[in-house]
Antibody, heavy 119, light 110 residues
Framework: EVQLVESGGGLVQPGGSLRLSCAAS????????MHWVRQAPGKGLVWVSR????????NFADSVKGRFTISRDNAKNTVYLQMNSLRDEDTAVYYC????????????WGRGTTVTVSS | QSALTQPASVSGSPGQSITISCTGT?????????VSWYQQHPGKAPKLLIY???NRPSGVSNRFSVSKSDYTASLTISGLQAEDEADYYC??????????FGTGTKVTVL
């Protein structure tokens, strides 16, 4: 079964850091781009970042550029989102999603991990 | 990277058809045929509904269909059912090599 499981969420103070992980299983992980998408409480989906299959190409939304980094470990079938200089507005459920093979959409989603930025 | 524009809510009675619009710009919806749609039930993860403007993954009902014209894509749900009550989001690849989601539409089955 194709599966994505996020972890690492929690409560962090403004200005703090957090690293999210997404463990993949059931598919050939190194063949796929991976994405992070977030959803603030009661709000819509917002694309955050993506990384290509070997980790050499990354893209970010303007709202997180310079503060977040994305990386992957293909030996561990895991993608990471390092979040620094966190702000109140980064509070959200963070979803990991698989980029469809050689395509421009997200075909598999995890259940999400919750990040709360508050003092 | 402004969100694509969707109506906040759309409603219909069982069996009816409803349409959700998704309006972007020349840098996203108007630039590519890489528009996808996602359905999200409360407390659940999003689920892929449509990709590349009008293609359905296996298992998705053919009651869902999409059209696109210039900067606007539209999702039509025909034969509305109670299980269709959910939030719907469009998403487009952009000329900046990023993605942008729509503002989201809450569908209510009356």
């Amino acid at each position: 079964e194709v599966q994505l499981v996020e972890s690492g969420g929690g409560l962090v103070q403004p200005g703090g850091s957090l690293r999210l992980s997404c463990a993949a299983s059931g598919f050939t992980f190194y063949n796929f781009w991976m994405h992070w998408v977030r959803q603030a409480p009661g709000k819509g989906l917002v694309w955050v970042s993506r990384v290509n299959s070997d980790g050499s190409i990354t893209n970010f939304a303007d709202s997180v550029k310079g503060r977040f980094t994305i990386s992957r470990d293909n030996a561990k079938n895991t993608v990471y989102l390092q979040m620094n200089s966190l702000r109140d507005e980064d509070t959200a459920v963070y979803y990991c999603a698989r980029g469809a093979f050689r395509a421009y959409y997200m075909d598999v989603w995890g259940r999400g991990t919750t990040v709360t930025v508050s003092s | 990277q402004s969100a694509l524009t969707q109506p906040a809510s759309v409603s219909g009675s069982p069996g009816q058809s409803i349409t959700i619009s998704c309006t972007g710009t020349s840098s996203d919806v108007g630039a590519y045929n890489y528009v996808s749609w996602y359905q999200q039930h409360p407390g659940k993860a999003p689920k892929l509904l449509i990709y590349d403007v009008s293609n359905r993954p296996s298992g998705v009902s053919n009651r869902f269909s999409v059209s696109k014209s210039d900067y606007t894509a539209s999702l039509t749900i025909s034969g509305l059912q109670a299980e269709d009550e959910a939030d719907y989001y469009c998403c487009s690849y952009t000329s900046s090599s990023t993605y942008v989601f729509g503002t989201g539409t809450k569908v209510t089955v009356l």
